[in-house]
């Protein structure tokens, strides 16, 4: 259960309404009509009124054979001198980078027009373009500051705040509708128009309006031959019946599930017929698992009949299969009463219930059938396909390998995995990750944090306990000369103060005690109290370390028969190279370097083939290690 909404603040002084938030993927855009010129509303209904038989023009001339995935791109006009418009978008992203592509060719052909966009995250625009804002727009100031003018982002700067109030420094805030409006009035010279960040922010726009073409995707599938009559006819019917499927429950499959169920479309007369869906449409079909339904099992196990080809390949049960999950989507969209809203399942069903009603119509035969535009067309679907391969090289920076093999015709494909899109989105990932990872003025501290960043909701309940904190950082504050004595007293060591103190908190461990030999307890005398707190804690720790030496607990170095070894596998490989290991010089280095390689190897094989900090740590370094050999291999050489 949701706790309550911290964004209410209560019926005190100030109420301005209870907060408002979009629904989970929506997008919302207002379009206003900005012009001093224009003084009676009037003038400024008919200029929306030309907004919006345009903006009908322009997406029919844009959209054609294209799917919303949910809703479509609509302007309403409201009561208050604006057009708006609430798009719920699904699962297709690209239909929300879509309405931003349509609302800025509108604000292109009209100079008098300012546009607001934002969806569930709020201003989505700034979320793209976040590593070029600046330290002090942040997202809670960001409300009502970007717009959209003369096909360019607009961003109100915090100066403009103090147009409408006293003189003095604008403190950070929101803006509200009516200052925002005010601002462009009066003072549009002010508002920001930087290139750098206008290029983030539509950077996913950059292939538009060629992109909308390439979202689609044709299937030849074998449907029944009622269901291609109706696909041909609302070709748009595709996206609710998909996501029929896609979100079906218990309760919508009961119609399939029965036996004496009186399908709408049952599995007979099937004819092959080329869809269109859009990708993200064709992929919620294809990876769905699917059980055959009890009216579909004859059907399946018959498929070798429905051709002449007389046998049975991979393509043909595939082409029966989605086939099959489209028809069941469009009975489970038809028969549940929880669509009937819907406008397209409505012209569905008219045409459905013209086709019973009038004797004069008939389906298609096979002559008309292939009589149909691309009724043939079948894309390639390997965009679905992720070479891991190309995926690990994209990560690192580098393009696919081009095969040796000369291409015989057409162009040369593209480099890297999927399409072309999904490569450009990768690399600008990876782009901004590396620039991340390597700002020069980050300091030791990690990200900085702005103060809007900082959670401060609960400063006015911490005010009165300020004149508290003195009295217990007092409480907790460290001891040293205690913290000393505690840990003498865990070790069995005397409690008094030393004597004598090692001037380099080392020396213990360059010169190690040997085996069986025991440090000698450290003397006490009056001259102890001189000895500051850091000392004795130097005292402490060498002591410490000395019997951990003694116990073998912080010997690194490798057994010299392992270090033999190591070094005769070495001469045995690499018997072509000089400069073999020396076993009397430079052997601390020789060590050091065996345990830091032996302890990345050991790592690296931990991770067992997946991420981890080894292989990250050398990925970084430029290097990449072969995969691991067997362990009984290995073991049989050795032998």
């Not at 400024?44 to 029919?60: C, F, H, M, Y």
């Not at 959209?148 to 929101?174: E, F, Q, V, W, Y």
């Not at 993200?280 to 080809?309: C, G, H, M, N, R």
């Not at 015709?409 to 990932?429: C, H, I, N, V, W």
Request: glycine content about 6%.
């Amino acid at each position: 259960m949701e706790g309550p909404n911290e964004d209410f603040k209560g019926f005190e002084d100030g109420f301005s309404g209870f907060p408002k938030h979009l629904p989970d993927d929506c997008v919302e855009y207002c379009l206003y009509v900005i012009n001093p010129k224009l003084k009676s509303p009037k003038e400024i209904l008919g200029q929306l009124e030309i907004v919006k038989k345009e903006a009908l023009k322009l997406t029919d001339s844009l959209l054609k054979e294209y799917i919303w995935q949910r809703e479509s791109f609509k302007l309403d006009l409201k009561r208050k001198m604006y057009l708006h418009g609430l798009t719920n978008y699904g699962d297709s992203v690209e239909d929300e980078w879509l309405i931003v592509y349509i609302l800025r060719e509108l604000s292109n052909r009209f100079p008098q027009l300012w546009i607001k966009v934002v969806d569930t995250d709020g201003e989505f625009l700034l979320v793209e373009a976040a590593n070029a804002l600046p330290r002090w727009l942040t997202p809670e100031i960001a409300d009502n500051r970007v717009w959209i003018h003369n096909n360019a982002l607009r961003i109100i700067p915090l100066s403009a705040d103090s147009h409408s109030g006293p003189k003095t420094a604008p403190a950070p805030r929101a803006l509200k509708l009516e200052e925002a409006h005010d601002a462009i009035t009066s003072t549009p010279d002010i508002l920001i128009h930087s290139p750098l960040i206008e290029e983030e922010a539509f950077y996913r726009l950059r292939n538009y309006p060629a992109q909308i073409n390439t979202t689609l995707h044709h299937a030849v599938i074998l449907m029944p031959r009622k269901l291609a009559y109706v696909l041909h006819a609302c070709p748009v019917s595709i996206a609710p019946a998909v996501e029929a499927f896609y979100l079906r429950d218990p309760i919508a499959l009961k119609t399939l599930q029965r036996k004496d169920s009186d399908l709408i479309f049952p599995p007979r007369d099937l004819v092959a017929v080329s869809t269109r869906f859009t990708k993200v449409l064709y992929a919620q079909l294809k990876s769905q698992q699917f059980s055959t339904p009890i009216a579909w099992v004859d059907t399946i196990s018959k498929v070798d009949t429905i051709e002449d080809t007389g046998t049975l390949g991979p393509k043909r049960y595939d082409m029966l299969e989605m086939g099959m999950k489209l028809t069941s989507g469009f009975e489970m969209l038809l028969s549940d009463p929880k669509y009937g809203d819907n406008r397209i399942v409505r012209e569905a069903k008219i045409l459905l219930e013209d086709l019973a009603a009038d004797s004069s119509l008939a389906l298609p035969t096979d002559e008309e059938v292939a009589g149909w535009k691309e009724v043939s067309r079948e894309d390639d679907e390997s965009w679905m396909d992720i070479n891991f391969v190309d995926f690990e090289r994209e990560l690192n920076g580098e393009g696919k390998q081009k095969s040796s093999t000369p291409v015989v015709f057409g162009p040369e494909p593209p480099s890297g995995f999927g399409d072309a899109k999904t490569q450009a989105d990768l690399r600008k990932m990876v782009e901004r990750f590396e620039s991340f990872l390597n700002d020069e003025d980050a300091g030791i501290d990690g990200a900085e944090m702005d103060d809007m960043d900082i959670d401060d909701d609960d400063d006015d309940d911490s005010e009165g306990i300020d004149d508290d904190s003195e009295d217990e950082d007092k409480d907790v504050s460290f001891d040293e000369k205690e913290f000393a004595r505690m840990m003498r007293e865990m070790m069995g060591m005397p409690s008094e103060e030393p004597d004598e103190v090692v001037d380099s908190p080392s020396a213990s461990a360059t010169t190690p005690p040997s085996k069986g030999h025991r440090i000698e307890e450290i003397k006490s005398s009056d001259e102890g109290d001189g000895v500051d707190g850091a000392s004795e804690m130097r005292e402490v720790m060498e002591k410490l370390e000395a019997e951990l030496n003694e116990a073998g607990a912080l010997n690194l170095d490798p057994t010299p028969s392992k270090l033999s070894a190591l070094k005769g596998k070495a001469k045995a490989e690499e018997a072509s190279k000089d400069g073999d290991l020396d076993d009397e010089s430079d052997g601390e280095e020789i060590n050091i370097d065996f345990n830091l390689a032996k302890n990345l190897l050991e790592s690296f094989k931990a991770q067992a083939g997946t991420a981890g900090p080894g292989s990250n740590l050398l990925g970084l370094m430029g290097m990449q290690l072969p995969r691991d050999e067997d362990d009984s291999e290995s073991t049989t050489q050795h032998k």
